[in-house]
C-alpha cells in the first residue's frame, strides 16, 4: 500500500476537523503528502575451488553456465531436471539441459557449480513502493490515526526528496536480489531516481510516474503528475531493456474519472502499461460506490481505462462480474498476502480468479506495510491464506503460488514469453537458491521446499539479463555497506524528529 491508509484517514482527519469547524488548510496540507501512500548462507563446499579457477577465454567461451542438483524450469509441463545447467550468452538462455550434456557441449568464462543448489527463474515482485524500506517499521500496531498522524505524515512532509527515494530504492534492491527478486513493478515519487538505481544494481524493473491529484513530493496535482510522466517516460522508454517506464496512478479515491481516462491516454500515447491500486480496500469500495455509483473495477471498465495494458495491485474485493471483467481485460492482478493482513484489508478471492482465468501475480507491497520484500514469504501466506479462508488445504497448491512468482507473475506484468521460465531464448533472470541448511532435510518434494520452507537467507546466485549481481552471497553491484550506512543515518534523522515532535 501507499496512499490507503493515508486517505482513510485523512477523509476520518477532515470529518473530524470539518465537525469541529477548524481549519481545513492544515488538512489540505497533510492531504498532500497522503499520497505517499543478510546474512550470506555458507557457500557450497566446491564452489571457491571452481570460481577460482575460471575455465581459460576462448573465443568460443559462452558468457556463464550455471548448475543445479535440481532445475526448475517453471515451463508449462512443470518439469525439473535432476543434475541441469543452463548456458547462458549475451544475456540470454541458451541451452537447458543436463549438466553433463551442457558442459560438453559449452564452455563458460564463468560456471557456477551446482553442488546442493536448485536453480529456478528469478522471483517477480509485481508490486511495491521500494523506497518504503526507509519508513520499515517506523510504527506498527498502532490505531491508524495515530500511525498516521504522529509517525507517517510528518516523516514523509519532512524526508521524502530525491534523496529518500535514491537511498530507500537502493536499500530496497539490496534486500531484492538478496531475497532472489530479479523484476519488481515500482510505484513512487522521483522516478527518474528509481529508474536511475535500477540502472545501477541491475535489476529489472517497471518504474512508474505516480498521478496523483495532489501536491506530492515531486508534482502539484494529477495534471502536473501526468505532464511529468510523459517526460520520465519518454526519457526512458528505450534506454535500457531492463527498465519499463510506466504510469502508476495511485487508485480510484485520489484520482476523478476524467484524470484516471487522461492518464490511460498518456499511457497509451506512449504505448506503456499502467500500474494502480485496485479494490483494496472497503474503503475504496465505498468510496467508488458513493462518488461514481459503481464499484472500482466497473468504473474502470466504464471510462475505457482498461484499454490497454494494466497492472492492478491487491483487487481484495472484486464481484463476481468484476472477476470477469479482469479475465477478458487480462488485467495483471497482484496479489499481497502480507499487506492485506497487516493492513486488515481482506482476503482476496485469488482461487476465484485464477479460475476464472484471471492473470494472478505475486508482490509485497511498500515495506512500511509489509514489513519486508520477501517473496518467499509473500507465497507461503499466499497458500495458507487461501486454504484457511476456504477451509481446504488443496486449494492453492505449492506449484500454483510458485507460478504466481515466476511464469505467471510474468504474464501478470506482460513480460511473458521474455522472463519467468527457464527455456532457450528467455532473459537470462536466474536464480541459484542453495539447499545446504537442516531446513531443507530430507528433501522429498523440491517445489514443496521451495514453497514451503525456502527463505531470503537460501538464495545464494542472482543472474538478471545474464549479469550475476550476487555470487555465492556477495553482492557484486550494490556497495551494501555505503547503503547501509546512509540508511541507519537517514532512519536516526527520522527518528529523531518523530521523537522531538511526538514530545
Ligand atoms: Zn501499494
Avoid at 493515508?6 to 497522503?34: D, G, H, K, P
Avoid at 564452455?107 to 518504503?132: C, E, F, Q, W, Y
Avoid at 502499461?273 to 455509483?293: P, R, T
Wanted: proline share 3%.
Amino acid at each position: 500500500m501507499f496512499g490507503l491508509e493515508y486517505t482513510q484517514a485523512w477523509c476520518l482527519l477532515t470529518e473530524e476537523r470539518m465537525s469541529n469547524n477548524n481549519n481545513l488548510n492544515f488538512f489540505f496540507l497533510i492531504a498532500l503528502l497522503v499520497l505517499v501512500s543478510c546474512t550470506p548462507s555458507d557457500p557450497p563446499a566446491n564452489v571457491g575451488e571452481s570460481l577460482a579457477a575460471p575455465v581459460a577465454e576462448n573465443d568460443d567461451a559462452i558468457d556463464l553456465i550455471v548448475e543445479g542438483d535440481y532445475l526448475v524450469t517453471m515451463d508449462d509441463e512443470g518439469n525439473v531436471i535432476a543434475d541441469g545447467a543452463l548456458a547462458i550468452d549475451g544475456g540470454l538462455i541458451i541451452a537447458v539441459g543436463t549438466a553433463v550434456d551442457i558442459n560438453s557441449q559449452y564452455t563458460a568464462k564463468t560456471r557456477l557449480p551446482g553442488d546442493k543448489s536448485i536453480v529456478m527463474p528469478g522471483l517477480i515482485n509485481g508490486h511495491s513502493h521500494a523506497a518504503m524500506t526507509l519508513l520499515r517499521g517506523v510504527a506498527d500496531d498502532l490505531a491508524l490515526l495515530e500511525w498516521l498522524t504522529d509517525y507517517i505524515f510528518p516523516a514523509e512532509v519532512e524526508f521524502v526528496d530525491a534523496e529518500f527515494v535514491r537511498i530507500g530504492t537502493e536499500l530496497a534492491c539490496w534486500e531484492m536480489i538478496r531475497g532472489g527478486t530479479t523484476t519488481f513493478v515500482d510505484m513512487y515519487y522521483y522516478p527518474d531516481v528509481v529508474a536511475q538505481v535500477v540502472e545501477s544494481c541491475g535489476l529489472r524493473a517497471f518504474v512508474s510516474a505516480t498521478v496523483i491529484d495532489q501536491r506530492s513530493p515531486d508534482a502539484e496535482n494529477a495534471a502536473d503528475s501526468i505532464e511529468k510522466g510523459i517526460v520520465f517516460v519518454e526519457n526512458w522508454k528505450g534506454r535500457n531493456s531492463r527498465i519499463m517506464p510506466i504510469f502508476g496512478p495511485h487508485a480510484i479515491y485520489t484520482l476523478n474519472a476524467e484524470q484516471l481516462a487522461a492518464t490511460r491516454a498518456a499511457a497509451n500515447e506512449a504505448g506503456v502499461a499502467i500500474s494502480i491500486h485496485m479494490s483494496e480496500s472497503l474503503f475504496e469500495l465505498e468510496h467508488s460506490k458513493q462518488s461514481f455509483g459503481k464499484t472500482s473495477i466497473e468504473l474502470f471498465e466504464s471510462i475505457g481505462f482498461l484499454d490497454g495494458p494494466t497492472i492492478g495491485a491487491h483487487v481484495v474485493w472484486p464481484t463476481d462480474e468484476e472477476i470477469i471483467i479482469l479475465a477478458e481485460r487480462k488485467v495483471g492482478v497482484i496479489h499481497n498476502p502480507s499487506s492485506n493482513m497487516k493492513l486488515a484489508s481482506g482476503i482476496s478471492p485469488v482461487t476465484d480468479m485464477l479460475h476464472a482465468g484471471v492473470l494472478v501475480g505475486l508482490g509485497t507491497d511498500g515495506a512500511a506495510s509489509n514489513n519486508d520484500l520477501d517473496m518467499w514469504e509473500e507465497m507461503r501466506l499466499a497458500a495458507f491464506l487461501q486454504k484457511v479462508d476456504q477451509m481446504n488445504p488443496e486449494v492453492l497448491s505449492a506449484m500454483t503460488v510458485l507460478r504466481m512468482a515466476t511464469s505467471g507473475g510474468a504474464e501478470a506484468v506482460g513480460l511473458s514469453g521474455k522472463i519467468g521460465t527457464l527455456a532457450i531464448g528467455m532473459r537470462a533472470d536466474v536464480i541459484q537458491v542453495s539447499f545446504d541448511d537442516v531446513h531443507f532435510v530430507p528433501t522429498y518434494d523440491v517445489i514443496s521446499h521451495l514453497v514451503y520452507v525456502a527463505d531470503e537467507q537460501d538464495v545464494a546466485s542472482v543472474i538478471v539479463d545474464g549479469k550475476l549481481l550476487m555470487r555465492d552471497g556477495e553482492f557484486m553491484t550494490i556497495d551494501t555497506g555505503r547503503v547501509a550506512k546512509e540508511a541507519a543515518e537517514l532512519a536516526g534523522r527520522i527518528q529523531a524528529a518523530l521523537a522531538e515532535r511526538n514530545q
